[in-house]
């Protein structure tokens, strides 16, 4: 039971970073990244060679993932999304453009890297042996929570305390009154989408150290996104965390009594019927 | 209006004509006329995500419906030994019960919320087949499915799928042109002022949805028979992200977008048959380059506004 929790609560935590890149794109642009699992399937892999083929040093590699992640995430947005945004007369072509990008970098990741399975050296090795034996936790597993709570705690107190950080929020509640203030509205929706697109990366390149990265993750990485955000409600900042651990411990239960496949049957039925009763989520507000 | 709509019916007509005559110039090659029956049944269940499309909500879970469709119909001859022309409309009907009763419950959610969700639900449809034990084989899927009609010729299994075409667009023709299509068009504005005009929106969604899940259980009932097998992996996500695709080529506002962009696409890559490995790149190019440069759609562009010569009115 105790091993259970650590698990939900080591996967949650991770989880929680996935779903925030999302929800803070999606907060901003009212844009679904259907290419964020693809974004964090290209973080595993430049932390792949950066750390594990070229022997960078962890921090490095884990921020030049970030920051690689996040240059890409601008030029979508500058070349892409934003031509898009302004022409288009149908909501779904932005929407369409995303499912478009993520087609195009799993593609472009499938032809570069290859269909196999890839892994770097982990963090720190030993495990703690909690209770007796009753639970393990090894020492890389809890130094990936942590950095990943790390992360979330900075960006919220960055999107709390700062400039950009208000305005990052102004912008997501109401994009005329903020650009009537004075904001920049274009640089602030840029900057975004690259802390958006910055976290999928990094995100990718601290689970690397635990489950390795292969070309086709993306869909995978996108649905379980999905969810979280479904649950907690999309473009809430909390809602992104709580769902993150909601799936987290879902999985860690689901993994232990069943299958793996039955378990993702499971956790969508649930959120369908979860939805029925919450059509927005734990914590979102109706969105049309 | 009136012109669009004569545009529309001129492209429908042509196509199927050419698609109906064909078989004299190219009946002998078998590989021609499996290309053109992937694109008819392709077509058939395009055509579905193009009437969601209509109601203004985006359709990714068809590959689904189209699951449902191949597994009912190779449940039905390989288990029940019923035969081909019993299963179809019962695999088209099943998966409209199932698009009623799961479209009841989604279908309240709205733009990007309910796409996501139908990401997951064709997640879903698959792990319910590959976990369906006994019934659905698992991930070897059913295999050996006999062939309706006997004798070699791929004549009879051709005429089927262009008449299963037929039936599709007609279905759908027959829905947007009429008072039905301009509900649905209201809802996709607006839904809450439809619903104010006495428009009994949760009704006349779910109409759209099961229609067009029937549209998909068809296209892969017909799949099933044609490639005699279905798998899990016979229709994923990325067929259904695909079908939408199709749609946004082809051309949101009429009825033969669907078709025209199933064609275009699926010939257009047994046409590059030594890229066959870089599909999905290429789809994925072709995605972003129509959302740049064509967002309303092959058939709203200027060279392809050719029509038959109807004098007013005469196509309906």
């Known amino acids: 039971m105790l091993q259970i929790l650590i698990n939900g609560l080591i996967l949650g935590s991770a989880y929680a970073l996935i779903a925030l890149g999302l929800t803070m794109v999606f907060s901003i642009m009212r844009v679904v990244n259907f290419a964020h699992g693809q974004m964090y399937m290209l973080g595993g892999f430049v932390m792949y060679y950066l750390y594990g083929q070229f022997g960078f040093p962890f921090w490095l590699a884990l921020l030049l993932a970030g920051a690689t992640l996040g240059v890409i995430g601008m030029a979508f947005n500058r070349f892409l999304f934003q031509p898009v945004l302004a022409t288009s007369k149908r909501e779904e072509s932005s929407m369409l453009m995303a499912v478009g990008t993520a087609l195009l970098l799993e593609n472009v990741a499938l032809s570069l890297f290859g269909e196999k399975q890839r892994g770097v050296p982990t963090l720190i090795d030993g495990v703690l042996i909690l209770n007796d034996g009753d639970a393990y936790l090894p020492y890389s597993n809890l130094a990936v929570a942590l950095i990943s709570i790390g992360f979330i705690v900075a960006l919220l107190l960055f999107v709390q305390y700062t400039k950009p950080g208000r305005a990052l929020r102004a912008v997501a509640q109401d994009k005329e009154a903020a650009l009537l203030q004075g904001v920049n509205v274009k640089f602030i929706t840029t900057l975004g989408f690259a802390i958006g697109a910055a976290l999928a990366g990094i995100a990718g390149g601290l689970l690397v150290t635990l489950y390795g990265v292969n070309a086709g993750v993306g869909t995978n990485i996108s649905t379980k996104a999905f969810i979280m955000i479904m649950i907690g409600g999309a473009g809430v900042t909390s809602g992104a965390i709580v769902g993150g651990f909601v799936l987290g411990m879902a999985e860690a239960i689901g993994y232990d009594l069943l299958p793996s496949s039955m378990t993702y049957l499971l956790i969508f039925v649930a959120m369908i019927v979860f939805l029925i009763f919450k059509p927005n989520g734990l914590f979102g507000k109706p969105w049309g | ?316």
């Open chain 2, 1 to 316: 209006m009136k012109l669009d709509k004569r545009r529309d019916f001129s492209v429908i007509l042509l196509i199927l004509g050419v698609l109906v005559v064909l078989p004299l110039g190219i009946g002998h090659s078998r590989y021609l006329m499996s290309v053109l029956m992937n694109c008819a049944g392709v077509a058939v269940i395009a055509s579905g995500v193009w009437l969601t499309f209509c109601i203004g909500r985006i359709n990714i879970c068809q590959a689904g419906f189209a699951l449902i469709g191949g597994y009912v119909t190779a449940i039905l001859i390989a288990k029940a030994g019923l035969s081909f022309w019993i299963a179809l409309p019962l695999s088209c009907l099943a998966s409209a019960l199932c698009g009623a009763l799961i479209g009841s419950v989604i279908l309240k959610l709205k733009g990007i919320y309910f796409s996501m969700l139908t990401i997951c639900l064709t997640e879903a449809i698959r792990l319910a087949f590959l976990n369906g034990g006994d019934l659905t084989q698992g991930s070897k899927g059913i295999t050996g499915l006999p062939q309706p009609f006997s004798g070699d010729s791929a004549l009879p299994l051709y005429y089927l799928g262009i008449a299963l075409l037929a039936i599709a667009l007609g279905v759908v023709w027959r829905v947007h042109y009429s008072r039905l299509g301009g509900i649905f068009r209201a809802m996709r504005l607006n839904e809450d002022l439809a619903e104010s005009f006495g428009v009994n929106v949760w009704r006349y969604r779910i109409m759209a949805f099961s229609i067009a899940c029937a549209l998909g259980g068809l296209g892969g009932s017909y799949f099933s028979v044609f490639t005699q097998s279905i798998y899990p992996q016979s229709f994923t996500v990325e067929h259904s992200i695909y079908y939408m695709l199709f749609c946004f080529l082809g051309g949101l506002e009429y009825v033969s977008g669907a078709m025209i962009g199933a064609f275009a696409l699926t010939i257009l890559f047994e046409l590059l048959q030594d890229f066959q490995q870089y599909q999905s790149l290429i789809y994925g190019v072709l995605m972003i380059v129509v959302m740049l440069t064509l967002p309303n759609g092959l058939m709203a562009l200027r060279g392809f506004s050719f029509s038959l010569p109807f004098r007013k009115g005469e196509a309906k």
